[in-house]
């Protein structure tokens, strides 16, 4: 809120980020004084390339002020990469650098709301950026501010010995004057009387369990292990922080992946944190999820914003102000129990771990480049080696392999923030807490707070790293932890040189393509540029003498490939960007210690590289190697948006002649999924949502969900969960036959999947669910194993079912006409025959194809298709295609009671027939299945089948069926007594 410098009555004005759209607007407000200040500044222009753009409006979205920030200063002569030293020898300053500091580059404000609007602008830098603390303003030598700016900048002197008198007047605005730090200290009983009206503006629930003194018997009971802090602003407290040494840290080493902190325990001479070599060739994780015989709430002590803090979770606090932590102990151990909710011997689900989750650090949860170079390896066979037309599916279950988990036996070196409360006038400054809390435990390194899933994520949870939680966690909480180290202000990124390789290797021994990485390093600092030509640019953060980030860029050379192909107009205005300023990343990792600083990273990247757009591909998992191994899993997927595919168009070339698209539209590259980070985007916070949403089925409707989910560019959708027998569609090599195999319903193909990336940011859950538990909120796979929810989303789609066999005795001669009328088809419940397939998506179609290949192709066994739907026809096309002769395929249709077919056009069903006629399929009409036999040499084999018609029955010998006739739908999905 501002008020006006000379109107009567304030009014509510509200700050939010810049839009291009907000240009004219902003273009009418300029005076000639602003001219005479900023010199010619193209609105747009600074608005795309500004770190951080604020426009005030009011309540009728007429906007009154405006300025732009950006971390360079706007004097010709000045290099975005060199204006540290030029300033520090320029000027009497010296604490000024690229992390704390930000330049006014534009300012305009409505005449008679000036001052006001200069002053919340200046707040809401702060505020957005809390690592900011000093802003600069440049102006020509001899002109002197507006009357607005002058009352929140103060000049600073130039150096007497600096050559160049002409230099631009320098103003500064300190962050203490408008957004002070606050004074943290420890607290006193007599702060109680501050904090209640702030907790009880954000909840009840505390003093509703706890008693209307609770703050007071915290703050009493203090002692070595357990200490409470108070933010303090003139005299009074707004801001509470209990923080403990005890908590049960073997607990969260089981349920999250906290090898990168060293379990959060002191180094120890037994500790065993080196895995045994090997090579992990699949990118699944070889864990499954919860199962039941483990089901069972853990309760430690946990941390809650708030504002949306529930009974149940402060019950836990509380026993640890009281220190009754024996009597939590016992609580956990009642608390133990097993549901089991099927039979011994269920098979447990494989869960793969969404890409995101990449920490970069010493423990790699998977390995997809191993398996892009598989399937490299496949596509390379030369002719005479690939024998298979169909190779044999990959079953998810030979993923599986040991995953080796690192014991700690050193003393704990973490305490936890119990309880957490600010007045939401100060949040923003809610990092202040953190230096005074390591103070306090100064023996320790990490600071960890727990949170429930659906609390939204505060500004102090910003600060912290989310720890991936692992596969079998039953802990209904988030983990966030702080390191010691993300304290340190004085990290620094640099070009890199040869002296950097040794602290470079270090960093990166760990990780997948390190070599690649490394000698793109050493090509970097040999030429600056590939053997091409191509530049190379090679960037290191540093702290403290010690490199703890590196990152590998190259000029980005399909600018319009990616024009054409991408929707990256979402986020940029191309004809604002210069060529040479898009860049493409190949490598980039950074110490999880200081993941804080990941953006600031990456902002410095853009300003010493002169970047304004950074792109990285991400390929299929069945990519070749050649595009695979230029590019690691970089651990800024977080911090970058997903780019959306665009739609393309056939042309006609040789319609359009001379008109046609440059070759770099057109070239026919192997599809990628795009994501992308920008100067306008590279402050912007993203909303985090932790709420556990998971979707059952991976059908168009369940894809569409999680695409429209993943594509927000604005939210970050932690725990995405698809549950599904077959994992993402599109994870398979591509295959014509085997897609034909099935009618498309033509919402995705192959290229579309392989564009969306979704394995980026959805976690799958390979199984079949069983039952919904909507009390518990659970629901069961494949019988033995649970997956929690807080959002379920049933897009299961309709599959093909095996219909129970009539029974009816064929030797008697029986027909359609004697069979029972109006009894509904049975869904056949027990295990299928090896060789019946149902075709229900790709996976399916590929077994069903390697066992043709294996046991029909060079034979003159019969394949039966028992089915009316489009499905069928398809499947016989394929079988033709892939060389089963017509005269083995047998098409038995079923007893339909609609005179319409699947064509539902009289010319198509007759080419059709006619079709079928040529190929010799054998045909049987108006058939209902009656009976079927097993081979004797193979108790799981069908030998025959047998249908009647509306005349006599008939009986095929056949090798192989195929059941595409009637499609259901799940019925516990909508069960209301599961």
Same mark, same amino acid.
């Given at each position: ?260 902190? $060293? ?71 009642? !608390? ?81 923030? !119990? ?145 054409? $192909? ?59 190697? !050649? ?98 027998? $077959? ?252």
């Amino acid at each position: 809120m501002a008020s006006p410098t000379d109107a009567e009555t304030s009014e509510m004005i509200s700050a939010r980020r810049t839009e291009s759209i907000d240009a004219p607007s902003i273009s009418k407000l300029a005076t000639p004084l602003t001219e005479f200040l900023f010199g010619r500044v193209n609105v747009i222009n600074l608005i795309e390339k500004s770190l951080l753009a604020v426009t005030l409006s009011n309540e009728v979205e007429e906007i009154l002020g405006h300025a732009a920030f950006l971390d360079y200063p706007n004097v010709a002569g000045v290099e975005p990469d060199a204006w540290v030293d030029w300033l520090m020898s320029s000027y009497e300053l010296a604490l000024c650098n690229p992390l704390n500091t930000l330049f006014m580059h534009y300012f305009v404000a409505k005449q008679s709301y000036s001052n006001g609007c200069a002053r919340e602008i200046i707040r809401t830098m702060f505020n957005t950026i809390p690592n900011v603390h000093f802003c600069l303003l440049m102006v020509p030598s001899g002109v002197q501010p507006d009357a607005a700016l002058s009352t929140v900048f103060k000049a600073v002197p130039k150096r007497r010995l600096q050559k160049n008198a002409d230099n631009p007047q320098l103003f500064i605005c300190h962050r203490h004057e408008h957004v002070p730090i606050l004074h943290i200290r420890e607290a006193k009983v007599e702060d109680h009387d501050d904090l209640m009206p702030i907790f009880a503006r954000q909840t009840d629930v505390l003093v509703n369990t706890y008693g209307e003194y609770f703050v007071a018997e915290m703050i009493e009971a203090q002692n070595e292990n357990m200490k409470c802090i108070v933010a303090e602003v003139a005299g009074y407290a707004v801001g509470f922080m209990s923080i403990s040494k005890d908590f049960n840290i073997d607990i969260l080493n089981d349920c999250f992946e906290l090898a990168p902190f $060293h379990g959060l325990k002191m180094p120890h001479p037994s500790d065993e944190v080196k895995r045994p070599f090997a090579v992990y060739s699949r990118s699944a994780t070889p864990v499954t999820p919860v199962s039941q015989s483990d089901t069972m709430e853990r309760s430690i002590s946990v941390t809650s914003h708030v504002s949306k803090a529930e009974a149940e979770v402060k019950e836990r606090e509380k026993e640890k102000i009281l220190g009754k932590e024996e009597e939590g102990k016992e609580r956990l151990a009642s !608390q133990t129990e097993t549901r089991p909710l099927s039979a011994a011997g269920s098979e447990e689900p494989l869960v793969k771990r969404r890409l995101s989750e990449s920490q970069a650090s010493a423990v790699d949860l998977f390995s997809e480049v191993e398996l892009a170079r598989s399937a490299a390896s496949q596509l390379s066979m030369t002719s005479e080696k690939r024998t298979r037309q169909f190779p044999k599916p990959e079953s998810h279950h030979s993923l599986r392999e040991e995953q080796f988990v690192p014991k700690y036996f050193g003393e704990n070196n973490a305490f936890i923030i !119990q309880l957490f409360c600010i007045d939401e006038k100060y949040e923003m400054r809610s990092c202040d807490f953190l230096p005074k809390a390591f103070e306090l435990f100064n023996d320790r390194k990490y600071c960890i707070i727990t949170t429930p899933f659906m609390v939204p994520e505060f500004p102090l949870l910003q600060l912290f790293m989310r720890v991936t939680p692992k596969l079998k966690s039953t802990l209904s909480q988030e983990l966030y932890v702080f390191s010691s180290l993300g304290l340190l202000n004085n990290i620094t990124v640099r070009f890199a040189n040869q002296h950097d390789l040794v602290g470079v290797e270090n960093l990166v021994e760990s990780l997948e393509l390190s070599k690649n990485l490394l000698a793109d390093v050493r090509r970097f600092c040999s030429a600056y540029r590939d053997s091409d030509g191509t530049e190379i640019q090679v960037f290191v953060a540093v702290v403290a003498g010690q490199i703890v980030g590196v990152a590998v860029l190259r000029r980005e050379e399909y600018i319009e490939y990616i024009r054409s $192909h991408y929707n990256i107009e979402d986020f940029i205005y191309f004809n604002h960007h210069r060529r040479e300023e898009h860049a493409h990343l190949h490598h980039y990792a950074l110490n999880p210690m200081f993941k804080t600083y990941s953006k600031f990273f990456l902002k410095e990247i853009l300003r010493l590289g002169n970047k304004t757009s950074i792109y990285y591909p991400l390929y299929p998992s069945y990519a070749t190697s !050649q595009h695979v191994e230029k590019h690691s899993l970089v651990n800024a997927l977080g911090d970058m948006v997903p780019v959306r595919a665009r739609r393309q168009i056939d042309y006609p070339i040789e319609i359009l002649g001379d008109n046609i698209p440059s070759d770099r539209v057109l070239q026919n590259q192997e599809p990628y999924a795009l994501n992308h980070i920008n100067r306008k985007l590279v402050l912007e916070p993203k909303v985090t949502i932790n709420a556990r949403i998971v979707v059952v089925g991976a059908s168009d409707v369940g894809i569409a969900f999680l695409e429209t989910f993943s594509f927000c560019p604005h939210l970050r959708f932690n725990n995405l969960i698809l549950v599904s027998p $077959h994992g993402l569609p599109g994870e398979m090599q591509p295959n014509v036959l085997r897609e034909n195999m099935r009618a498309t319903s033509h919402c995705y193909d192959q290229k579309d999947f392989a564009y969306m990336g979704l394995r980026t940011w959805v976690n799958v859950v390979y199984g079949k669910m069983t039952a919904i538990d909507r009390h518990k909120k659970h629901v069961t796979v494949n019988g033995s194993s649970t997956v929690p929810f807080d959002y379920l989303v049933l897009c299961t789609g309709m599959q093909y079912y095996m219909p129970t066999p009539t029974g009816a005795d064929v030797d008697l001669g029986v027909s359609n006409n004697d069979l029972p009328k109006d009894k509904p088809v049975r869904r056949y419940e027990d295990r299928l025959p090896d060789n019946v397939f149902l075709i229900n998506d790709s996976y399916d179609a590929a077994v069903a194809l390697f066992w043709i290949e294996d046991n029909i192709l060079n034979t003159e066994k019969t394949i039966v298709i028992y089915g009316h739907s489009l499905d069928a026809y398809t499947c016989i096309q394929t079988l033709l295609s892939s060389g089963v002769s017509g005269g083995q395929i047998i098409l038995v249709t079923p007893t339909v009671n609609s005179e319409v077919s699947c064509f539902n056009n009289p010319d198509v069903e007759a080419v059709i027939s006619e079709s079928l006629t040529e190929s010799k399929v054998i045909i049987y009409s108006d058939c209902i299945l009656a009976q079927w036999s097993y081979s004797h040499s193979n108790s799981s084999h069908l030998n025959s089948v047998s249908f009647t018609t509306p005349s006599e029955p008939v009986t095929i010998e056949c090798a192989v069926r195929y059941i595409l006739i009637n499609k259901y739908i799940l019925y516990i999905c909508y069960s209301q007594n599961v």
